[in-house]
């Protein structure tokens, strides 16, 4: 490509010649110089140059200021790529050049083009500078007993990019010269931040001595630059310290482990056990390892899966804080396998949940048996004893098992077993499938008395299914018309196949559905299903209420009870206001009445005179309070009593009978009525001889008066008593008899007295 430039370049020098001849040049060639260079480095540099117009110029000229750049020789300026420069003052123009090679020499010349001819300036020359060793620092990050952590940073890559970086060391000996990649024991880097790489020095690195150390880097010019060394002493021991102890009870594939553990040297031990390898002599915690508990200055652990007759090295661990201490390595070589054989197994007495299976073992010389029995499972085609099992207790090399507990008519695989000191040994496989047992069966159900909240129901177990009835009762439910368990249930705990319960707590007035239930351990069998609904009761019916007698301060009511609801009447009677026209018993006064033959009557007592009341009739029962609709009555004006029909007659020296009728109660009750006497004046209750109280209210009353004075006048009256006062009759006067004289009477005067001879 850049041969074609300068064949086309030569081309136009050689076009514009030819057109010299024949005419006149319209533009002056400007003057370019070729600068000096500066800011070299192994990559840049940066060139300068400058452009003068011809004085004759036209005015306005265009020119194109360029470089010509090339490594390989001033000839090949001709055939390179032009690079525009940079104005930076009148006339002066600048190239930066970047991504240059190290220790190159570079050619350049600045040209100028007008479109019509090109000139350039002088061809110049610079070299870059060389690549050089890498500058390289180190940084001291920790250390322990075993181990140095150190860190380095590129500060210089010489010049080419870096192929390798780490660190550098060995043994520090008065006089011995630092480490290099010949004499020392080389740690790679790890990326670390900001551009710094990280590493651990940890092989043969021993406590309390002293190594040199330096971090190198290397370049693609394979160019090694190391840091100023650091001699560092590791620290003091503080690893733990233990010694490990002979393995026993070897095993073809196991070993018990033991060791002691001496000190902790200052630092918790969080760790501790055995590593172990067949390849490696000196076994480490990257190694297989077992851990052993925390306790006592003796551990032991036991290692397995290993192989038989192979040669094992192992070393005890401890960890603390500060690190990982070990204990010298040892060794021990596994024995072989002992193997054991055994017998197909053979199943007998099979039942529903049990069958007895026998093998027997054949053991190899110096083999003895640790444990031997059975192994079955429903899935596993080949059971062991990772899942059932049943241990056979007995001495010598015979097995007899029998598996209890299994479900009836399911399928089973078994498989003898015997545990050797090598491991356990199986049988080939047997199967059988245990015997199967049905449902229960269970009649229909027999509905007898249903009540308010209760029903009985009856039903029997007419097959138990060849197996233990488990339980049995109904289930019911409001909801659903074929009830399961999942449901209400009543359980019948009676020994026997009859099955009779009587549900309780039921609602009133609902429908429910129920069936028998019989359950085995193959499941739950079911009778039909029987329907029904429980009692409704309701409030008491209360009706034709009527008014029997209606008085100024009371009345009597009558009223019938027409229908109880389906329950006991508790309480009945009547209630009464002057201003609701719904009186009820809980707000309003009430008197309560004697039920009868289905009707009840009571007075309505403390009535106002002259008032109308709204009174119901009422009755209760369970269900709550029934009233009859309501009646209006209105009180009246009383007055007095009256009395009439007052006589006084059939005297003698001592008694008098007297009779009067109370004619009317003048509309209020008769609290009490009677008679009256004085033989002074007009007897009153207030002021009278004697007051003679009757029984009864309105109507006829008569008595004898006793006790009187013969031949003396005696005034007689009847009396009343109602809330309104006391009333009287007329006042009415009889005389009592002369006494008849007596021969002890005193004789009259002028007489004389006659004896009898």
């Known amino acids: 490509m850049k041969k074609l430039q300068y064949i086309i370049w030569c081309s136009l020098l050689l076009f514009v010649a030819s057109c010299e001849k024949d005419t006149e040049p319209t533009s002056f060639a ?296 070990y204990g010298e390595t040892k060794e021990f070589t596994l024995p072989e396998v002992q193997t054991l054989t055994l017998s197909s197994p053979k199943v007998s007495d099979i039942t529903i949940g049990s069958a007895t299976v026998v093998s027997s073992v054949n053991l190899p010389a110096g083999a003895s048996i640790l444990e031997k029995g059975v192994c079955y499972s429903t899935s596993v085609l080949q059971p062991s004893i990772d899942g059932e099992h049943v241990t056979d207790v007995s001495e010598g090399n015979n097995i007899s098992v029998k598996l209890e507990d299994l479900v009836e008519g399911q399928h089973y695989y078994v498989c003898a077993y015997a545990i050797s000191r090598d491991g356990t040994f199986y049988s080939v496989p047997a199967e059988f499938t245990t015997l199967q047992t049905a449902m229960a069966e269970v009649s229909n159900i027999t509905l007898g008395d249903v009540d308010i909240s209760s029903a009985t129901l009856s039903a029997k177990i007419t097959k138990d299914g060849g197996t233990e009835i488990l339980e049995k009762g109904f289930c019911y439910s409001p909801n659903t018309e074929t009830p399961t368990i999942d449901n209400t249930l009543a359980v019948d705990k009676s020994e026997g196949s009859n099955i009779n319960i009587t549900l309780t707590g039921l609602e009133e007035g609902k429908t429910y559905h129920a069936r028998a239930y019989v359950t085995n351990k193959n499941g739950t069998a079911y009778s039909n299903t029987v329907t029904f609904t429980t009692v409704q009761h309701n409030k008491p019916a209360v009706e034709r209420l009527a008014e029997i007698e209606v008085n100024d301060d009371n009345a009597t009511m009558e009223a019938h009870l027409t229908d109880n609801g389906g329950m006991s009447i508790t309480e009945c009677g009547f209630c009464w206001d002057n201003s609701s026209e719904e009186p009820d018993i809980t707000r309003h006064k009430k008197v309560t009445a004697t039920l009868k033959d289905g009707a009840f009557q009571a007075k309505l007592t403390g009535l106002a005179y002259n008032t109308s009341y709204h009174v119901r009739a009422y009755a209760v029962n369970g269900k709550g309070v029934g009233y009859s609709a309501y009646v209006i009555i209105k009180t009246g004006s009383s007055a007095k009593a009256t009395i009439a029909d007052m006589s006084a007659g059939n005297p003698t020296p001592s008694t008098l009978d007297v009779s009067a009728s109370v004619s009317g109660d003048g509309g209020a009750e008769i609290t009490e009525r009677g008679f009256v006497y004085s033989s002074k004046g007009t007897p009153s209750i207030e002021e009278c001889e004697k007051k003679i109280v009757m029984e009864g209210t309105v109507g006829k009353m008569d008595t004898t008066l006793s006790g009187l004075t013969g031949y003396t006048n005696y005034s007689i009256r009847a009396y009343a008593i109602n809330k309104n006062g006391t009333a009287y009759s007329n006042t009415v006067t009889a005389r009592t008899k002369k006494t008849d004289p007596s021969i002890d009477d005193p004789a009259f005067p002028g007489t004389r007295a006659i004896k009898n001879k």
């Open 30 to 325: 400007p003057v370019p110089v070729t600068g000096e260079t500066s800011g070299i480095t192994r990559f840049e540099a940066t060139l300068s140059g400058t452009v003068t117009p011809h004085p004759d110029s036209p005015q306005g000229q265009k020119h194109n200021i360029y470089f010509l750049v090339s490594s390989m020789s001033s000839k090949l300026l001709e055939g390179v790529d032009t690079i525009a420069g940079t104005k930076k003052a009148e006339n002066e123009y600048t190239l930066t050049l970047k991504s240059l090679k190290a220790g190159t020499i570079y050619y350049y010349s600045i040209e100028s083009s007008s479109g019509h001819n090109a000139v350039r300036g002088a061809i110049k020359n610079f070299t870059t500078l060389s690549t050089d060793d890498p500058s390289v620092t180190l940084n001291l990050t920790g250390k322990t007993e075993s181990s140095i952590s150190v860190s380095g940073k590129v500060t210089d890559e010489g010049g080419a990019t870096i192929t390798a970086r780490g660190f550098v060391y060995k043994l520090y000996t008065e006089g011995v010269g630092d480490p290099t990649l010949t004499d020392g024991t080389i740690v790679s880097g790890e990326n670390g931040e900001n551009g710094s790489f990280i590493g651990t020095i940890k092989e043969n690195i021993l406590p309390e001595t002293a190594y040199i150390i330096r971090a190198y880097a290397t370049n693609s010019d394979h160019k090694t630059g190391y840091s100023q060394p650091v001699t560092v002493t590791t620290d003091q021991l503080q690893v733990p310290s233990l010694t490990t102890d002979e393995a026993t009870d070897l095993t073809a594939y196991t070993a018990v482990l033991h060791a002691t553990f001496l000190s902790d040297n200052g630092f918790e031990v969080t760790e501790r056990g055995f590593c172990y390898s067949a390849e490696s002599q000196t076994p480490t915690i990257d190694h297989p390892r077992v851990r052993s508990d925390l306790e006592g200055s003796k551990f032991t652990t036991t290692v397995s899966s290993l192989e038989p007759s192979k040669t094992y090295y192992y070393r005890a661990y401890a960890i603390n804080g500060k690190g990982t201490g």
